[in-house]
């Protein structure tokens, strides 16, 4: 098909996600990938500096992960997973509770991130509601993302993509965002807790980075701090390690950097490699007795057609596999390093603010102080459009630029995705668009 049947097909049929169809410029057609790098029907070659929106893991087109896909579509491609199981399911499930934080011995398969965190919500909910003991408030923290479905929506920060919906989300009890005043989080969840804590299902938390609030990076003793709180008051602590998961802060999860066993832990974007969408939500085996019962109302009516694909859970395996070789400790060890080296230079740049690394993911404010201005920013969006024009794919949160490659980006490749922001930040500076 050539690109000019492609774009027509596209633009007469196709929605977009997260895009603004009337002003947005034509989508980029991409026929393959390899390693760091996709490759576009017109013949240009360009650096996923974001992992495709954090999934892609090792690196797109892994040959072990594909083969892994390739072999299972062969056998069993499919089967019911009420009454009916598999090695593939059994066996991730499994190895996920071994590399998982102490303790979470449960996994409940779903579709992707939104969905493992709307397993979590009904679960934690619903395992206090089978008490006799009913909580129905959940905490969740400021500029918090969880997903965009409608309990995920709930606990994510109300923002201008949640406005049309607000009136239809349930309440939360919102945590000032640790990554600007951790004693004012502590302080308001201890507030909280004389308060309502009764009424305190859970306490829901991208550990150590909110991810789409911004990259804003907290500290692990905050994470400490709350998880012992929530221990000490019987709340349900939920990591939504969707973004953090699977080796992106270094660690294998952000709360076994920061030594927290939290009740559950949501997992998508990295967990299948970054090659098919996969949800799944950790729990404790107390959580998991809490729904045995006689009475059948007790069950967790809860399940998704898909739930547990074998090719996903075979991809999954893959990857796991992969990730807990040395080479990919080294190779995240070795991205960290390099974005240390590059942000020691661009962070003493006047247009940078707020340099930080957590493990593989490296972010930065963009423009001054005074040009901050959130999500509809325009800096960002000139930066992202710069750097596709220099064969590099960045998208950044507003003025929050982000760098979170494939584990097999190289060194070199890395240099050149620091020298476009460089450059573009040179532009802008000689041009005054971002003072
Ligand atoms: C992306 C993300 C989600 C939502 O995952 P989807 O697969 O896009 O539904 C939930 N939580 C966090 C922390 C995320 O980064």
Not at 139 to 162: K, P
Not at 323 to 335: H, N, P, Q, T, V
Request: aromatic share 8%; hydrophobic share 45%.
């Amino acid at each position: 098909m050539s690109s000019d049947a492609v774009a027509a097909l596209d633009a007469r049929h196709v929605w977009h996600p997260y895009t603004q169809h009337w002003q947005a410029p034509a989508p980029v057609d991409v026929v393959r990938a390899r390693g760091a790098t996709l490759h576009t029907r017109d013949g240009r070659a360009i650096l996923d500096a974001i992992s495709s929106w954090w999934v892609t893991l090792h690196g797109h087109a892994e040959p072990t992960i594909a083969e892994a896909i390739a072999e299972q579509a062969r056998t069993l491609e499919q089967v019911i997973f009420a009454g009916f199981t598999h090695a593939p399911a059994a066996e991730l499930a499994a190895a996920l509770a071994r590399v998982l934080p102490d303790g979470l011995t449960r996994i409940f398969y779903s579709d992707d991130g939104s969905t493992a965190v709307e397993a979590a919500l009904k679960i934690a909910l619903q395992w206090w509601h089978n008490r006799g003991e009913p909580r129905r408030l959940i905490a969740a923290l400021e500029h918090a993302y969880h997903g965009d479905t409608f309990g995920a929506m709930s606990v994510g920060a109300r923002s201008i993509f949640s406005a049309p919906f607000d009136p239809q989300l349930f309440e939360v009890a919102r945590l000032p965002d640790p990554s600007e005043d951790a004693d004012a989080t502590l302080a308001a969840f201890d507030r909280l807790l004389d308060t309502r804590g009764r009424e305190l299902a859970a306490l829901i938390v991208e550990p150590l980075v909110l991810g789409a609030g911004g990259m804003r990076m907290w500290q692990e003793s905050t994470l400490r701090a709350l998880a012992e709180r929530c221990r000490a008051a019987g709340v349900l602590l939920i990591a939504d390690e969707v973004m953090t998961g699977f080796g992106r802060t270094g660690a294998l999860f952000a709360c076994e950097r920061a030594g927290v066993a939290p009740d559950m832990v949501c997992m998508s974007k990295g967990i299948t490699g970054g090659f098919l969408p996969m949800g799944a939500t950790a729990v404790r085996e107390e959580l998991f007795a809490g729904f045995l019962s006689e009475d059948r109302t007790r069950t967790l009516f809860h399940g998704h057609s898909y739930t547990a694909n074998p090719i996903t859970c075979a991809a999954a395996l893959a990857s796991l596999r992969l990730l807990e070789s040395g080479a990919s400790a080294g190779a995240r060890a070795r991205i960290e390093a390099a974005h240390r080296r590059h942000l020691a230079t661009l962070g003493a740049h006047p247009l940078v603010r707020a340099p930080r690394v957590l493990g593989t993911i490296a972010a930065l404010d963009l423009g001054d102080a005074r040009a901050a201005g959130g999500y509809l920013n325009p800096i960002g969006r000139e930066l992202a459009t710069y750097a596709l024009e220099q064969g590099v794919l960045l998208r950044p949160l507003g003025d929050a630029c982000y760098v979170l490659p494939p584990f097999c980006t190289t060194d070199a490749e890395l240099a050149r995705v620091y020298d476009v922001v460089a450059r573009f930040l040179d532009g802008a500076r000689a041009t005054g668009t971002a003072a």
